[in-house]
Nanobody, 114 residues
Framework: QLQASGGGSVQAGGSLRLSCRAS???????????WAWFRQAPGKQRELVAS???????SYSDSAKGRFTISRDNSQKKVYLQMHNLEPEDTAVYYC???????WGQGTLVTVSS
């Protein structure tokens, strides 16, 4: 089960750090996967925000580049998303998952006010 946390309400320009734990996945299963953060804004489709491979190569959407940083801790079975300089357009429910996505878990809501 994937559990995202760390969301909240911030003003534009603020920062948040999201965490996601794969609580029911053993480390040997967690480690080889490429992990990613996705988000779904109200009325919009879910989109890929950032990903990190087992070798820690990272990739970002154009909107996330330069502002967000994805990282992982295999021993803790966690994936993180550090977000800086948040904009109202970043308002969404954020989810983590493997690529390609498997069953979706609980997301965390990020609300950015102007």
């Amino acid at each position: 089960q994937l559990q995202a946390s760390g969301g909240g309400s911030v003003q534009a320009g603020g920062s948040l750090r999201l965490s996601c734990r794969a609580s029911r996945m053993i480390t040997s299963v967690f480690s080889p996967h490429t992990w990613a953060w996705f988000r779904q804004a109200p009325g919009k489709q879910r989109e890929l925000v950032a990903s990190i491979t087992s070798g820690r190569a990272t990739s970002y959407s154009d909107s996330a580049k330069g502002r967000f940083t994805i990282s992982r801790d295999n021993s803790q079975k966690k994936v993180y998303l550090q977000m800086h300089n948040l904009e109202p357009e970043d308002t969404a429910v954020y989810y983590c998952n493997i690529i390609p996505p498997d069953q979706w878990g609980q997301g965390t809501l990020v609300t950015v006010s102007s």
